[in-house]
């Protein structure tokens, strides 16, 4: 993997982590990192999903991969803020 193609992992993953958090109710208490790393992970899976039910590639925008990517992320948010607030002292 290039340089540019960590960089544009890191920007999408930014971008579906606050999409992600996003579509939660109420504040979720992680870090900016954790909501980078938890976008990423939803990003790749969300396209691996999308790409098992040949939805992955279609013409114009995605919606149905954006839209796994997204709730991908918004469960990995809800699984990983209760943790990550408990272990802050919050």
């Known amino acids: 993997m290039e340089i540019t193609g960590i960089f ?3 920007i999408i993953g ?3 982590g606050v999409l992600g958090r996003l579509v939660l109710p ?4 992680i870090a900016l990192w954790l909501t980078i790393l938890i976008g990423v992970a ?15 590639n279609t013409g ?3 919606w149905l991969e954006l839209l796994f990517q997204i709730g991908f ?7 990983v ?10």
């Open 8 to 10: 544009t992992a890191i």
């Open 14 to 16: 930014l971008v579906i």
């Open 26 to 29: 109420g504040r979720q208490a």
């Open 42 to 56: 939803a990003a790749l899976l969300g396209t691996f999903v999308a790409g098992a039910f040949d939805v992955a």
């Open 60 to 62: 114009g925008v995605d």
């Open 73 to 79: 992320a918004a469960l990995g948010v809800a699984l």
């Open 81 to 90: 803020a209760p943790i990550a607030s408990r272990s802050s002292g919050d």
